[in-house]
């Protein structure tokens, strides 16, 4: 006799999201147009604490976007592209040592 498969439920995500893919889905129901510059982005974009690692630390979008040292945006990939090495510095300067690294790999 065979189990059942687990019930098909939607309330729970396939993945989790931080970084990039959870700032590019706000910019996408954010009310606002590129160019743009980093005070228009900031005020537009709702909830601006952006998780940068799975275990769910945030910075704020602010604070990103500042340490770009960039304060107009062409486009969404410009913002992106200069965001990226920011949430990547701030989420390996907050996993070192192995017990970082592995609590990096584990989602809670």
Do not use: C, K, W
């Amino acid at each position: 006799m065979a189990a059942r498969p687990p019930p098909d439920t939607d309330d729970e995500p396939d993945s989790i999201e931080f970084g990039i893919a959870t700032l590019d889905a706000r910019l996408d129901r954010a009310e606002f147009s590129f160019p743009a510059d980093s005070e228009t982005i900031i005020d537009t974009v709702s909830n601006t604490d952006v998780p940068y690692d799975a275990a769910g630390s945030t910075i704020s979008l602010a604070e990103a976007i500042d340490r770009t040292g960039t304060d107009h945006f062409e486009s969404e990939r410009q913002l992106l592209n200069e965001l990226y090495p920011v949430f990547e510095a701030e989420r390996q300067s907050r996993s070192s040592g192995v017990f970082g690294q592995l609590r990096s790999l584990l989602p809670f």
